[in-house]
């Protein structure tokens, strides 16, 4: 098993442009999180779901959408980006009680 | 709204001491993850726990559901133990801000 694979690793971006984060778990989890994680403010959520076809907000969602077309992937939209984005994004999966499986992180630079 | 703090946000001791990291948390949170992230590394779990002690190697996490407090302990601290430890409730909602743990030689 692969656990939860992000791609990029790295991306830079310039003020405006949009780009997608791919995050893919082959676990069959049901639950699906992305997260920034920026210096002196740790792991903010961003959007989560709880199955396919269901996503919620987390506490900084504005500025990025999610969808859930299938259990395995759940994809991070930047519509406009700002340098306000630039920070590392981790996607993280896991099953009902169970522990979080993190992906290795995608860090994005906005200029 | 969850809340997760972590004491202390930084900490640097010497090889072998023992280690202790704190984390209170809110109403709502019936569960607690404490994760590993070392320097430019991917995070990975440590321990999901909601009442008890769990041990793994020189790590022991214990949990206090009533005064809403958990810690992490490091026994024989080793350089390899330098990383930042986060904790957070186990619904992945909401995490502290880190600590920071070096251990030096």
């Known amino acids: 098993n692969a656990g939860v694979t992000q791609t990029p690793k790295f991306q830079v971006l310039k003020t405006g442009q949009s780009m997608t984060l791919q995050c893919a778990q082959d676990?069959?989890?049901?639950?699906m999180s992305w997260y920034r994680q920026d210096p002196g403010m740790g792991l903010r959520l961003i959007h989560y779901?709880?199955?396919?076809?269901?996503?919620d907000q987390g506490e900084v969602p504005n500025g990025y959408n999610v969808s859930r077309s299938t259990t395995e992937d759940f994809p991070l939209r930047l519509l406009s980006a700002a340098p306000s984005q630039t920070s590392v994004y981790f996607c993280?999966?896991?099953?009902?009680?169970?522990?979080?499986?993190f992906g290795d992180g995608t860090r994005l630079s906005i200029l | 709204k969850n809340e997760v703090e972590q004491s202390p946000q930084n900490l640097t001791a010497q090889e072998g001491e023992f280690i202790t990291i704190n984390c209170s948390y809110s109403?709502?949170?019936?569960?607690l993850h404490w994760l590993q992230q070392h320097p430019g590394g991917g995070i990975v779990s440590l321990f999901m726990?909601?009442?008890g002690k769990k041990k793994h190697g020189r790590l022991i996490a214990t949990i206090n559901i009533q005064e809403k407090h958990s810690s992490l302990h490091i026994t024989a601290s080793h350089p390899r133990d330098s990383a930042v430890y986060i904790c957070?409730?186990?619904?992945?909602?909401?995490f502290g801000k880190g600590t920071h743990l070096i251990i030096q030689p």
């Open positions: 993280a999966s896991r099953d009902r009680n169970q522990p979080q499986h």
């Open positions: 676990m069959n989890h049901e639950y």
């Open positions: 779901s709880v199955g396919a076809g269901i996503t």
């Open positions: 109403v709502g949170i019936s569960a």
């Open positions: 726990l909601s009442s």
């Open positions: 957070g409730g186990a619904d992945g909602l909401t």
